[in-house]
């Protein structure tokens, strides 16, 4: 997209008939829902996924600990995380997989987003959701029946506060006058994921995001999805998937299916990663939480013989 060419994180993500990698926050594997999250081993394999050339890393927002849902993912407040990558990171992409429109303000989101794309100097991804765990909504007092209408209001504020100065904003969550929001984005924007369908249509996603965070499918499914989506736009908007990854350590072990990805060998993958290329993905994030070895080997694995495949863009 020719507006975020000069998006430092953008542009080291996507590229028209190009797929690049990204690593999910936490770097680790672990059973039961809750991480180890050591900080200081957090802080060193994000370094390490840096100078390895992946080009994204990603955080989710998961406001409350559900036990049945099965993963807090980072546990930290997504933004606040961020911030704390951002300075112990220099150029890699950081993004949100995603920030839970529904139950925050979105002027509170666009302050936030802006703060750590200023901060990162214009690394920040924003996916954005709905959210889908049925105990987030009553312990917010938000009616899951008005998810659709709340991320689509999201969506206009925010975009709104970043472009515009002192803008005057009208809508159930905000009646914004003689106020601004501070800081602005440097590019008056930040590239705004929409994340599955969250409640809209391809054609609204199509006409109202920068692009599309989808979860794993079937390649078929996932080829015709983005065919349909893509001719509903003339630009070129890049389309992302997560993908659970627990590598063997033979390089030939063919794939065993698990939760949203598959156990399987580094030549497999190589071929499956470049099977979603060609279906018209453009990044893949890969999830490490089901890894059955130490998650050190596997970035030094995915780094010298499957990132040279599909390195992060200059």
Do not use: C
């Amino acid at each position: 997209m020719e507006k975020f060419k000069n998006h430092k994180g953008y542009s080291r993500m996507y590229q028209e008939n190009k797929l690049t990698l990204g690593l999910f926050f936490p770097i680790e594997s672990y059973m039961g829902d809750v991480p180890e999250m050591n900080i200081e081993k957090q802080m060193k394999l994000a370094k390490r996924a840096e100078e390895l050339n992946f080009a994204s890393l990603f955080v989710r927002d998961v406001p409350l600990r559900d036990p049945n849902f099965g993963d807090v993912g980072q546990i930290y407040d997504p933004f606040t995380y961020l911030g704390y990558v951002a300075a112990n990171t220099e150029k890699i992409a950081l993004g949100t997989g995603s920030i839970i429109l529904t139950l925050r303000h979105p002027l509170h989101v666009a302050k936030a987003a802006a703060s750590v794309d200023r901060l990162s100097g214009e690394r920040l991804i924003l996916g954005v959701a709905t959210g889908d765990r049925p105990i987030e909504f009553p312990a917010f007092a938000v009616n899951p029946e008005d998810r659709s209408e709340l991320f689509r209001e999201a969506v206009a504020v925010i975009k709104k506060a970043w472009k515009e100065h002192f803008p005057t904003i009208d809508s159930g969550r905000v009646h914004l006058a003689n106020g601004d929001l501070l800081p602005k984005p440097k590019l008056s924007d930040i590239p705004l994921m929409v994340t599955g369908h969250s409640g809209q249509s391809p054609e609204w996603i199509a006409e109202h995001s920068d692009g599309w965070i989808y979860y794993p499918r079937a390649l078929k499914f996932q080829k015709m999805l983005i065919d349909n989506w893509r001719s509903l736009t003339e630009e070129f908007k890049p389309f992302t998937q997560s993908l659970y990854v627990d590598l063997a350590e033979d390089p030939y072990h063919v794939p065993i299916p698990i939760h949203l990805g598959f156990r399987t060998g580094r030549v497999f993958l190589i071929e499956f990663l470049e099977d979603l290329r060609d279906a018209g993905v453009n990044h893949v994030i890969i999830n490490l939480k089901y890894g059955q070895r130490p998650v050190e080997e596997v970035i030094e694995e995915l780094g010298e013989f499957v990132l040279p495949h599909f390195p992060a863009l200059s």
